[in-house]
């Protein structure tokens, strides 16, 4: 007897039924709270972080965003949301912004996720994810266990991964905004990768993909200034975007919906 | 040289400074999100349930709520706040109600946390905290991610002890409503309890108490139609108060301040 | 200014100085327990999880093995011991067997991990990992909490993921054993696979490699008679390979290096 | 209806069939590995964390021992020996030497654990426990990811709480060894301590107690060279325990019996 029927699924593990995949195929659906934490590292750190063939931003090269975001999210039919630890996740990203065949882009370096269903995503989009521990404080509308989006209102978000903290932020609101930042504002170019399974071989998945979301809605922004504290780890680089110049905080409300990119190169 | 100075501190660990205990002392502030599926258990199961000398409610005495919470939480000074895995958890526990000396209370019989602190504030008030994974549907502003606050919004949530589901519930929202409940609605009467160290030796500790929030806030109620499900595991008694017949469902915002209790008994 | 330095980094996220990926580059250490359930399964079922070109062991290709394993890992360099967050794991994975060009193979079919690296390394070797939470008995040299490795042995092994039990097995030493088993004996088969990010687009890696493990050293194997549970659960097709013929346990120290494979087709 | 069974169960929550208290009743069988390192902190700062009228040792009354162990442990029946979720735990604790009443003690002033049933156990017997996660190296009997247990031999272990790591601690074997330390080898004086819920109430709950295990097996000891590094953090006082003088590291695996213990004032 021959296998006769394709395996189906997404992603790994494809599966008889195509239901054992880590994460079902897009459209994905998001509603979430982001806290963006914009500042400046050292000149030419930004840079280094980009892969050959792409260029720093023409202005402002050297702007960070470290972004914490506590999402829910679920495929187009949506049964996740019944079923909450599978589409609730927190993650915390840096964005830098480069330019690409004369183009300019967001690019995500470095981020932290807590469920594999997120990570994996991630890695089909680009996002190099790996987990992590990702807390914010929630802003409330009753009680006085956390602030009032309103002027004043206090805001701490941490990550840690292999337990060990590598950033820690503060925003207090000082006032509206209309936007929720700028470093994370544009297209993403995002690079997929995965090395070759024989030692000495050329990487099986290399290729440079860009996309954008659809369908954003977005709730009301809120600006403040901020503080942000990075910390050394073995086996992590986060530390090699110290903030020399902070620029300011940003906390805004977002739906969107993510539905494939295009390969760029 | 002998210890000069009294060791310090709300609760265990006491030390040197009074910083060390698992959780600061009271009053301590409460913002969350409530959801609560209330039923009748088979007759007679809830007054299984209350300890001697205390009678099951003159009224609807089978009636059980299980609810779901996701809670901000703090002290009074709120340091917390800005390092939100100190001041984040989320709960499901089990209320029944009763009566003792002539008075109705509300009792908690079996709750789950997911942060140390929480559960030992738990034991402070005699709710009997054990550990558990605990998840919730969160309602949206934006996006497609998950429901609004509206007639129609669907809703899960679930429980988990020791890589175990332990109960699972779905609710709909059908219409506005002025409550949240009833059966969580009365002051608590709870058992504090430590055995002694000494095997044959009588409860070091059991107390009869009582309390109730002060400053309580709410925000705008709803109530629609809740399924249930309970399943059996070792070292659980949850399914021992099977749903006969589902009463209805609530989700509502709840601000709260816990300031101590009174010893009864 | 141009990025002038290539990023560096055996897997995502890429960096400056390739110390940020969630796995060093191999060769990879490991040593470890393994509990092997071995069962028939329903003929054919295992037939359809075989890729298309992909045929049934010719012998028993209804055989499956379940096999829990806890693990101490490292990079040649071994710095990851002295931070031993970063070097255990427990896995729990599906193993069938398969022919392909006319070679008998193993093929992981299903594989459950607890760590971020450990999955990583699963999707680079074609294991289709997903995050679980697995426990197996360990056992004891001292003391009376836990089985020796001896006639009458008891073991339990158990995986869950978000937040159910998804397998139960127990295990009791009857003999020693000269092997731990047959299904996972063989060189593996794997796919590695990753879909085109345009919606439209042929997979971007769909890989068939081959691997297997080198320097093995083996302790003392023990065989006996296993129980297997398997439960249903959204997002999961494991109990699709229910037991229908229990064919024996073992458990087995194993130490192993593996240093990469070859693309087959 | 009034309740006519009492209520059952060793600890809370206190049920109907006594089966959902958070551990079983004693006696508790421990099978683990103990890596303990010792050394001397400033002068006065270990008679800081004894409470009144409990003295300082005699000799070396600056004497801590930090201590991590990876524990296997179950009640008499032995049940979650085959669920090992719920007998498997590891910990990290701090243990300095007293006087009381003219006899030497050893006393545990801090201590982190990883699940409820061990946290619950620890209230009960007056180690003051909160979660934490626990990662210790284990020796290895095959392969070359670990040690093996000879001179030589390095391991590393790590503790951390609400995402900061508190202590970090290496040893290299350098010889067997006679002992696993002095430290904690004396009878155990806690205290046992719960608030009262009235807010200007004396203690509920506020013994002193003592303790030994039964029925102690050890497998062969080693010592070595240590180094330690503890951290500070928000909620927390380890480091005011600093290291001025090691003194040696130890490693050694141990079974023990608890079965209660006496109550001293």
Known sequence: MTAVAELKGFMLPRSPEGEASVVPAPPWLYSGDLLTIEYR????RVAAWLPTGVEPADEDPDAVALIWADWQSCSEAGD????????????????VRCRFEG???????LIWVDKDFALARGWFQGYPKKLGSIWMTRPVEVGRAGPRLEPGARFGATL??????LAEARFTITSDSDTGGFVNALPMLHTRWMPSIETEGKASLHELVTMRSRDVELGPA?????????????????SSLPVRDPIAGY??????TFDGGSTLA
Request: glycine share 8%; with cysteine.
């Open 160 to 165: 840690a991964a292999n337990d060990r903290r």
């Open 251 to 256: 906390w805004r409300r977002v739906g969107a």
């Open 80 to 95: 996740e949301l019944l079923d909450p630890v599978r589409s609730q996740y927190k993650e915390c990203f840096a964005v």
């Open 103 to 109: 183009e300019p882009y967001s690019r995500c370096v």
């Open 41 to 44: 590292t050292d000149p030419g």
């Open 222 to 238: 809120y600006t403040g200034t901020a503080e942000l504290r990075l910390f050394d780890a073995p086996g992590e680089e986060l």
